[in-house]
């Protein structure tokens, strides 16, 4: 829920008792997609407010990353 509501990782992982950001981003990064969506609204937004053109493209999907 912290994720969804804009949270940083630092205030994520402070909450969630880690002292690793990778290690919340890594088990709880994924548990929101449409996080994706809200953020390219707010970038796109900021472009337009700056009179610059929003780039067109397809959402960005978060994999999980492999271990090493």
Do not use: F
Not at 7 to 34: F, H, I, N, Q, W
Not at 35 to 42: I, K
């Amino acid at each position: 829920m912290s994720i969804a509501t804009g949270a940083s990782p630092r205030e994520v992982a402070a909450r969630a008792g880690r002292t690793s950001v990778k290690t919340v981003l890594d088990m709880y990064g994924g548990l929101c997609p449409e996080a994706d969506t809200a953020l390219r609204e707010r970038l796109k937004g900021m472009l337009e407010a700056a009179g610059q053109p929003a780039p067109e493209g397809e959402l960005l999907e978060l994999a999980p990353r492999e271990s090493s």
